[in-house]
């Protein structure tokens, strides 16, 4: 009785360590796969709603979460995965950066009021094209993103301090009298 469990036992280890094996050589060759998010643009158009998106690949978070634990675990893990771990706090403090942003684009926008947009139209496409290179140009592994950030909330700061002297003065001196 007890050699059959033994065997049962020995039969079952076997089939884990082939399916680890397995898994491990299936997870080495998705790493390049999971990388080429690094490649996409920092924000995208939602195509219906038009409002603006982080265009961060979850496949990324995924890669270094597993790298992370495979090295804990003791596995051998590729240089490449490695890279993309050491810029994990990187890619998150970009992520959460520009998710910041783009949430104070969207709530400057809305409080411009109607009868002032079309007065707003210069300062409206300069914040534009200073949004516009994370859209087309710069990706993941772009060197001027902290530039870029920084051109983004300069550009909305000077917008929203336009935004509040206007509705200051359609607020006391045009409805006001």
């Given at each position: 009785?007890?050699?059959?469990?033994?065997?049962?036992?020995?039969?079952?280890?076997?089939?884990?360590?082939?399916?680890?094996?397995?898994?491990?050589?299936?997870?080495?060759?998705?790493i390049e796969n999971a990388k080429a998010?690094?490649?996409?643009?920092?924000?995208?158009?939602h195509p219906e709603s038009g409002k603006l998106l982080v265009n961060?690949?979850?496949?990324?978070?995924?890669l270094?979460?597993?790298?992370?634990?495979?090295?804990?675990?003791?596995?051998?893990?590729p240089e490449s995965a490695k890279m993309v771990l050491l810029q994990e706090e990187k890619f998150k403090y970009y992520f959460n950066e520009l998710g910041?942003?783009?949430?104070?684009y969207s709530r400057v926008m809305g409080t411009i009021p109607a009868v002032a947009k079309p007065l707003l139209g210069p300062h409206l496409d300069d914040l534009e094209k200073k949004i516009s290179p994370g859209?087309?140009?710069?990706?993941?592994?772009s060197m001027n993103i902290d530039?870029?950030?920084h051109r983004i909330h300069n550009g909305l700061e000077l917008?929203?301090?336009l935004i509040r002297k206007i509705n200051d003065v359609i607020d006391n001196r045009v409805e006001a009298n």
């Amino acid at each position: 009785e007890s050699k059959r469990i033994v065997k049962t036992y020995n039969r079952v280890a076997r089939a884990l360590i082939e399916f680890e094996m397995l898994w491990h050589q299936g997870w080495m060759k998705s790493i390049e796969n999971a990388k080429a998010g690094l490649q996409a643009t920092l924000i995208v158009r939602h195509p219906e709603s038009g409002k603006l998106l982080v265009n961060f690949d979850k496949e990324i978070m995924q890669l270094m979460r597993e790298t992370k634990y495979l090295q804990r675990m003791g596995a051998e893990v590729p240089e490449s995965a490695k890279m993309v771990l050491l810029q994990e706090e990187k890619f998150k403090y970009y992520f959460n950066e520009l998710g910041y942003a783009l949430k104070e684009y969207s709530r400057v926008m809305g409080t411009i009021p109607a009868v002032a947009k079309p007065l707003l139209g210069p300062h409206l496409d300069d914040l534009e094209k200073k949004i516009s290179p994370g859209m087309y140009i710069l990706t993941w592994t772009s060197m001027n993103i902290d530039g870029y950030l920084h051109r983004i909330h300069n550009g909305l700061e000077l917008l929203e301090e336009l935004i509040r002297k206007i509705n200051d003065v359609i607020d006391n001196r045009v409805e006001a009298n």
